[in-house]
């Protein structure tokens, strides 16, 4: 996938982001639709890939929702694709259930960071309930497990997570 393919996929998940936010607002703070290109990227690209690729969906986010510190996002999300990218060099995180392990955990990851930061700049926080974090969990990991499939079908690329072997 090039730079352009990168750009194109940050903007299609921030155009579904805008749909689910504007038709359905009380769904729309479950689901995060611009993580599934940071951990595709990190998964099946590089490093730097993620890191680039989460900087510009976090500023997204920044630039359409956020009111409160702009940026954070953006550095979230480019910690959090540095951070996985360097993990999926070293661990295969190709299969069905990595991949949604791997939604889970960037969101449960980027809600405490979201959190440290904010009370790093003194502003207030009010931490949402367990069940609430574990809905947005879970959901994460249900888009990233789709949105690998979609995007490995459009990029011609073959699933490697099926977990068979091709000869």
């Known amino acids: 996938m090039t730079a352009l393919g990168s750009i194109l996929f940050v903007a ?3 155009g579904l982001q805008v749909l689910v936010t504007t038709l359905l607002p009380g769904v729309a703070e479950y689901v995060d639709f611009l993580i599934v290109p940071v951990v ?3 998964i099946r690209r590089s490093q730097r890939a993620a890191m680039l ?3 510009m969906a976090g500023l997204a986010r920044d630039v359409w929702f956020r009111s409160a510190v702009f940026g954070m996002s953006g550095f979230e999300k480019t910690f959090l694709g540095w951070f996985l990218g360097g993990l999926s060099s070293r661990f295969d995180l190709n299969s069905t259930a990595s991949r949604f392990a791997t939604g889970f955990v960037f969101t449960l990851a980027q809600n ?3 959190i440290g930061l904010l009370r790093l700049m003194d502003q207030v926080t009010v931490s949402p ?3 609430h974090w574990l ?3 879970l959901v994460s990991g249900l888009l990233v497990v789709t949105g690998f499939t979609i995007v490995n079908r459009i990029a011609g690329e073959a699933d490697r997570g099926s977990g068979y072997a091709s000869h």
């Open 135 to 137: 809905i947005q969990g």
């Open 53 to 55: 690729t989460g900087c």
């Open 12 to 14: 299609v998940c921030l």
């Open 112 to 114: 405490l960071l979201s």
């Open 40 to 42: 595709w990227f990190g």
């Open 129 to 131: 309930s367990l069940v």
